[in-house]
Nanobody, 117 residues
Framework: QVQLVESGGGLVQPGGSLRLSCAAS????????MGWYRQAPGNQRELVADIPTLGATRYADSVKGRFAISRDNAKNTVYLQMNSLKPEDTAVYYC???????????WGQGTQVTVSS
């Protein structure tokens, strides 16, 4: 089992910044990919960015150049730095961890990000 705990969401004005954190614990040895997804009301959950243990990061086209995903392996934590936020970035943001050997996806509880003036 893997536990994911997100933090860092909140209310921010357009053009502002937020940093989300996702701390992983438990049986994390088999996790080879971590990422952030988001879901706005009435919309499907969508990939924002992900970062593999080895390899290149991926970003949704809508956040390229504004968001940056990173990880601190010593702390088992993944971050999402969000800059130049727009109202359309408003959503619940979920941390995800992919366990390739067991073909299982873990999810955090979600953190609300609201971009509004």
């Amino acid at each position: 089992q893997v536990q994911l705990v997100e933090s860092g969401g909140g209310l921010v004005q357009p053009g502002g910044s937020l940093r989300l954190s996702c701390a992983a614990s438990g049986n994390i040895a088999s996790i080879n990919l971590m990422g952030w997804y988001r879901q706005a009301p009435g919309n499907q959950r969508e990939l924002v960015a992900d970062i593999p243990t080895l390899g290149a990061t991926r970003y949704a086209d809508s956040v390229k150049g504004r968001f940056a995903i990173s990880r601190d392996n010593a702390k088992n934590t993944v971050y999402l730095q969000m800059n130049s936020l727009k109202p359309e970035d408003t959503a619940v943001y979920y941390c995800n961890a992919w366990d390739q050997p067991h073909l299982y996806s873990y999810w955090g509880q979600g953190t609300q990000v609201t971009v509004s003036s």
